[in-house]
């Protein structure tokens, strides 16, 4: 999979859709290990809603630190990086996790027939229940093309597919 490197565009959506496109922005400043604060000052966030970010993602382990004593003050610096090595993991489970719900979308679109008016879509049974007529809107229930959902669904599919091959 093309996915290395935390500038990764698939990655940075990925992280976006299961996190936030914050998270996704401040695993992209990590590329190099860097201090909260500075990633607070690059992104022009506070400081402590950085470390909140942060802390979701070394939650699942998308990056890990350094904690170094200061002699003199006795603070504590943290020093923070991307975990590259998670990162290609992530995003295979993401994608495979995707394409088996598509896969099963797609197996019970297929060979469904439905019925819709401009409020609902109903099955056969209750369009036959109902005469075809919708007890909603009174507007008559026809036949409901999927065609459009079908092959969105399939090329959905194929492009996930892709990615995952594409190794
Ligand atoms: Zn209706």
């Known amino acids: 999979m093309g996915t290395r490197g935390v500038d990764n565009s698939i990655f940075f959506d990925i992280i976006s859709e299961t996190l936030t496109k914050e998270h996704a922005t401040i695993i992209k400043h990590l590329s190099k ?8 000052k690059e992104l022009n966030l506070k400081a402590t809603i950085v470390r909140t970010l942060l802390n979701d993602l070394h939650a699942r382990n998308l990056v890990e630190y350094e904690r170094t004593k200061n002699k003199k003050t006795g603070w504590y610096t943290y020093l923070w990086m991307a975990r590259e090595d998670r990162l290609e993991g992530y995003i295979r489970d993401y994608l495979e996790n995707k394409l088996n719900k598509l896969t099963i979308d797609l197996n019970s679109e297929k060979d469904l ?12 049974e209750i369009a036959y229940e109902n005469t075809f007529v919708c007890p909603k809107c009174n507007e008559k229930l026809g036949e409901f093309n999927n065609k459009k959902i079908v092959n969105q669904l399939r090329t959905e599919i194929a492009k996930i597919n892709s990615l995952l091959g594409a190794k």
């Open 33 to 40: 290990p860097t201090q909260d604060e500075e990633i607070a």
């Open 113 to 124: 027939i439905t019925f819709n008016c401009s409020c609902s879509r109903v099955s056969f």
